[in-house]
């Protein structure tokens, strides 16, 4: 029997799907390096609240016209630590040996255990943000477009243990003791805000924002059980590709939901209050699991549908009289989901400096991000601005060759863009 390449196949999954993440469920362009109270300096600002739409002191004219475009990427690996090693030297030599089938059961269950629920998770997006302050709108109008794509996989363990039998001159196991579930999301969100200032005392003003969001979402999940794939290698070659191809194709699903954001703004400082998804918008998942007998065990837990939680987050900011430098923070106050449906509750705190008065004067910024539940990884995060263009990176780690000799646990995000002021 051909090799059986578990690891590969995640990695293969990471590799070829990353392509685009709600503005809810984690940062977008700057607000990488920003913070997610994000900075009013940047066009990316009312991604963060609805009410940074209104206008500031870092509108420097009286008015603000910005047009932007940016990518970006995350991906997160947990859990496999160690997984390809084990795989190579415990697991691959005993495949075509039907003599050792009792070891490769004790040596597959093992490797079952350890790496249950270890996964790579992929989110990635184009945005393109478009906005507009004026005195005459009595605020600021944003418009923007996502398409975002999230993609996942997943060792599943199944109830019943690993049983390798003699197939002629390979070996079969059971069904039902495994699985890769592969997840695939593909979202196009329109998002048309306004924020305005509710109510002035003196240089201090209540701004109140809301946002309201088209979203269009394409959902499957195929549950791959570690039979089905021994099983096609025993007569041929499959790779995993043949287990993905179609997951960017299937009915779609279509819901609105709503943001809105608060702040007070004064001469030295700001705090908001933000709430996103306040319809919790739900979508139903295309379960593209095999419906054959002998490999549907896993296709029950293919859930019917995925949700988009409710986040609700704090934000504060100290800067200077003309905003160009700033110290923020930010809280989530409840726990919530990402796209790939894996639990979030994010902080971060950061520092920056910032100016729209001339290009060639570059903005920077820094800070650190964490997520409370989930994978519970914390990022540092720094990022540039030079003249339009946008660079922003943030990671849990810095040994690079250990996640991609051992895969172990890491996170990396990265941006890039660009944004016009005229």
């Known amino acids: 029997m051909n090799r059986l390449k578990l690891i590969s196949a995640l990695c293969l999954l990471g590799a070829t799907s990353a392509q685009a993440a709600p503005s809810s469920s984690g940062p977008i362009g700057p607000n990488i390096g920003y913070g997610d109270a994000s900075n009013a300096n940047t066009i990316y600002d009312p991604l963060a609240n609805p009410a940074n739409n209104a206008l500031n002191a870092a509108d420097t004219e009286g008015y603000r016209v910005?047009?932007?475009?940016?990518?970006?990427?995350?991906?997160?690996?947990q859990d496999l630590e160690g997984a390809s090693d084990y795989y190579?030297?415990?697991?691959?030599?005993?495949?075509?040996?039907?003599?050792?089938?009792?070891?490769?059961?004790?040596?597959?269950?093992?490797?079952?255990?350890?790496?249950?629920?270890?996964?790579?998770s992929t989110i990635s997006g184009v945005t393109v943000p478009l906005l507009i302050k004026t005195d005459s709108m009595a605020g600021g109008l944003s418009l923007d477009y996502t398409r975002q794509v999230g993609a996942a996989g997943i060792i599943i363990k199944g109830t019943g243990n690993v049983t390798p039998a003699a197939d002629g001159t390979n070996l079969t196991i059971n069904r039902g003791s495994a699985a890769l579930g592969v997840t695939y999301k593909q979202l196009d969100e329109f998002a048309l805000g306004y924020g305005f200032k509710a109510v002035t005392s003196g240089n201090s003003a209540l701004t109140?924002?809301?946002?309201?969001?088209?979203?269009?979402?394409?959902?499957?999940?195929?549950?791959?059980?570690?039979?089905q794939f021994i099983d096609d290698n025993a007569t041929g070659s499959a790779n995993f590709s043949d287990y993905v191809d179609g997951m960017d194709t299937g009915s779609s699903d279509s819901n609105l939901t709503a943001d809105i954001g608060i702040n007070w703004m004064a001469d030295n400082y700001m705090i908001g209050l933000t709430g996103m998804n306040l319809t919790e918008p739900t979508f139903k998942v295309n379960n593209m699991t095999s419906t054959q007998t002998k490999y549907d065990y896993f296709s029950s837990l293919v859930p019917s549908d995925y949700k988009m939680k409710a986040q609700y987050r704090?934000?504060?900011?100290?800067?200077?009289?003309?905003?160009?430098?700033?110290?923020?923070?930010?809280?989530?106050?409840?726990?919530?989901?990402?796209?790939?449906?894996?639990?979030?509750?994010?902080?971060?705190?950061?520092?920056?400096?910032?100016?729209?008065?001339?290009?060639?004067?570059?903005?920077?910024?820094?800070?650190?991000?964490?997520?409370?539940?989930?994978?519970?990884?914390?990022?540092?995060?720094?990022?540039?601005t030079l003249g339009f263009l946008n660079l922003d990176v943030a990671t849990t780690?810095?040994?690079?060759?250990?996640?991609?000799?051992?895969?172990?646990?890491?996170?990396?995000?990265?941006s890039a863009g660009v944004e016009f002021d005229f």
């Open 66 to 77: 910005g047009l932007g475009i940016n990518a970006q990427t995350r991906i997160e690996i």
């Open 88 to 120: 190579d030297n415990q697991i691959d030599p005993l495949l075509n040996d039907v003599a050792n089938a009792a070891q490769l059961e004790t040596n597959l269950e093992t490797f079952i255990a350890n790496y249950d629920q270890g996964n790579i």
């Open 208 to 227: 109140i924002g809301v946002t309201a969001r088209y979203l269009t979402l394409l959902s499957n999940q195929n549950n791959v059980d570690l039979k």
């Open 314 to 384: 704090v934000s504060a900011q100290v800067y200077s009289e003309n905003r160009e430098w700033t110290l923020a923070g930010s809280y989530d106050l409840a726990e919530s989901n990402d796209l790939n449906n894996n639990d979030t509750q994010w902080w971060s705190v950061g520092a920056s400096y910032a100016t729209n008065s001339a290009w060639y004067i570059p903005d920077v910024r820094f800070g650190l991000r964490g997520n409370l539940i989930g994978t519970e990884k914390t990022y540092t995060n720094v990022g540039l």
């Open 397 to 414: 780690t810095t040994d690079f060759s250990g996640v991609e000799d051992k895969q172990k646990d890491a996170g990396i995000m990265a």
